[in-house]
Nanobody, 124 residues
Framework: QAQFVESGGGSVQTGGSLTLSCAGP????????VYWFRQAPGKEREGVAA???????TYAHSVKGRFTISQDNAKDTIYLQMNDLKPEDTAIYYC??????????????????WGQGTQVTVSS
């Protein structure tokens, strides 16, 4: 079972930026969909961004235009660039590898392997 490690979380003020990274030692994501999800206290885990080999990335409406998901050429690290952060972005952020190659619905059930999460806190 794959195990990923997220890094880059932290505390920032409103309007700040962070870049999250996700990788697994010696692991390659290949052509599988990759995702970022987040979970705020008392809320369900929600999809933030998805990236696959078909079509452009998919983003949650709440982060569109502010967040960018990407992957390095070796496909062993995925990133989430987060700009113009808001207090409502405060959550634990998780990376995930999907079950499929191709279509990447931004839905919890389509993720298979998960990272352990990294905390992002945005203060006003």
């Amino acid at each position: 079972q794959a195990q990923f490690v997220e890094s880059g979380g932290g505390s920032v003020q409103t309007g700040g930026s962070l870049t999250l990274s996700c990788a697994g030692p010696g692991y390659t994501f290949g052509d599988y969909c990759v995702y970022w999800f987040r979970q705020a206290p008392g809320k369900e885990r929600e999809g933030v961004a998805a990236l696959g080999t078909l079509g452009p990335p998919t983003y949650a409406h709440s982060v569109k235009g502010r967040f960018t998901i990407s992957q390095d050429n070796a496909k062993d690290t995925i990133y989430l660039q987060m700009n113009d952060l808001k207090p409502e972005d405060t959550a634990i952020y998780y990376c995930a590898q999907g079950r499929s190659i191709g279509a990447c619905p931004l839905e919890y059930s389509w993720a298979r392997y998960w990272g352990q999460g990294t905390q992002v806190t945005v203060s006003s």
